[in-house]
């Protein structure tokens, strides 16, 4: 009985490393991505911006 007690400690030892290992690794992911999805919204923006802009002189209801 004792053996499978120490399996069982063991196999949760291993799946509490995995989950952490995990958790760590999203958490470095996400942390690292944020400044290139600002980068990429702001570029976005001003890429949509430029577009209204020169649609202006094809579309007149767009004109300011």
Known sequence: MEVFLLLWDDADDFVCACRHLATETAGEVLA????????ASVALIAGATTLVLAAQRYVPALAV
């Open 32 to 39: 690292s991505a944020g400044p290139i999805i600002a980068t």
